[in-house]
């Protein structure tokens, strides 16, 4: 099952490869993460806190997503629990950034840690805050873009730059970079990762890593915070990584306190399949080395960005999960009515709807816009989000 080579580098790294091993034959788990803008309490019965995220829920089984309108609505995000333990470092290292702050993720398609990094910031700052989420792959970007916008947060901005497009100056505070690697905790999940694995991919895969944070480290402000994270397992593409970052780029690891189920590994923490029910993650935390012994984490709330093309702007617009604005009326339906909007039929409104621009939504929430012309509403929820599959 398991690539030549792989099993051996897993001991050598973790010491727990039975353990591993057996756990990725195992069926994959399910999780959510609430939007807490938009939802307070978890809509599935019988789901399980995921210990390190306040937003966090493991299923007991995977729902149709597709069926459902409020996952339309951007009400939660499907993530999984390993993917959470990135937000509560950053969350638990960060606690010294001040409203106004500047955030970068990195590599962020398709936008699961983008929006928990944006919940845990407007949580903390209201809209004092700037996230820029950047993809440089095409195809991936379309995807993050499309769930950040369906989030709705308007502080958060997406881009599509290579590392090294992004200057020489310094422009953010903290900076996420959940760098592409070899995908060792993807193998439940995907049997291309299996298929595409081996010791010559690890080290191209670090080599990489260390070329986007070399690229992307001058923009990364005198006593900024670096959050350095996979979703792989081995020690070339982590501890080492960090070790080079620290020495190369200079920079100081941040200490981690012990945080079971999760292991301390020499420099960070990693997740382990068959310790932790999701696929696994490995998490570092840096400072930049402030060599000017100034502060540079005070609030700067109307700075400028060397950034362009951003999907939103930060001026505080509601925008709804089809990126339209959602100053029209907003004209509540019926789940079946809600799913026909989003299959893209042409729907009809309730009674005394009001005629002309609405906006669509289930249970409170913005699912789009329409027009209502009374005998029925033209359906204007754009066509690339639109449910493919029978919604009867």
């Known amino acids: 099952m398991f690539p030549e080579g792989f099993i051996e580098l897993l001991q050598a790294s973790t010491g727990k490869a039975d353990t591993v ?15 807490p803008a938009k939802l307070q309490e978890c809509p599935f019965p019988d789901a399980e806190k995921v210990p390190w995220s306040p937003y966090g829920y493991l299923l007991k089984e995977r729902p149709v997503f597709t069926l459902d309108p409020l996952f339309h609505a951007g009400c939660y995000y499907v993530q999984d629990t390993s993917a959470m333990f990135v937000g509560h470092v950053f969350r638990e290292v960060t606690q ?5 702050c500047r955030v970068l993720d990195l590599c962020a398609a398709p936008g699961g840690k983008t929006t928990d990094l944006a919940a845990s910031l ?10 820029i989420a950047n993809e440089v792959m095409k195809n991936r970007f379309a995807v993050l873009r499309s769930n950040v916008e369906t989030w709705g947060d308007p502080q958060v901005q997406t881009v599509s730059r290579d590392p090294s497009d992004f200057g020489d100056e310094p422009a953010f505070d903290a900076i996420v970079a959940d760098v592409p690697c070899s995908g060792e905790g993807m193998f439940r999940k995907d049997e291309e990762a299996i298929a595409d694995w081996s010791l010559r991919t690890v080290d191209f895969c670090a080599a990489r890593s260390r070329r986007i944070l070399a690229d992307i480290w001058p923009t990364l402000t005198p006593g900024g915070i670096l959050i350095y994270s996979t979703c792989t397992f081995n020690h070339f593409e982590n501890d ?6 620290a020495e190369e780029l200079g920079a100081d690891v941040i ?3 012990p945080f079971p189920p999760a292991v301390n590994t020499q420099y960070g923490y990693v997740l382990l399949p068959g310790l932790v029910p999701g696929e696994g993650q490995y998490v570092a935390a840096l400072r930049k080395h402030d060599s000017e012994n100034i502060s540079v984490l005070s609030g700067r709330a109307n700075g400028t960005f060397p950034v362009a093309s951003a999907s939103f702007s930060a001026t505080g617009k509601v925008l709804s999960p089809s990126g339209s604005d959602t100053t029209a009326p907003l004209v509540n339906v019926d789940r079946l009515t809600a799913l026909h909007y989003l299959h893209g039929d042409a729907i009809v409104l309730p009674e005394g709807a009001p005629i002309g621009p609405v906006t669509i939504g289930y249970e409170g929430h ?15 929820y754009p066509k690339n989000k639109r449910i493919r599959m029978d919604i009867r």
């Not at 949580?123 to 700037?130: A, I, L, N, Q, V």
């Not at 913005?366 to 204007?380: E, Q």
């Open 255 to 257: 200490p981690l306190p």
């Open 240 to 245: 080492d990584t960090v070790a080079w970052i």
């Open 21 to 35: 091993a057996a756990a990725l034959s195992e069926a994959p788990s399910v999780s959510i993460r609430l939007n």
């Open 96 to 100: 010294h950034l001040q409203p106004g």
């Open 122 to 131: 407007r949580e903390r700052f209201g809209d004092r805050y700037s996230l």
């Open 366 to 380: 913005a699912l789009g816009p329409g027009k209502n012309l009374g005998k029925r509403c033209n359906n204007l």
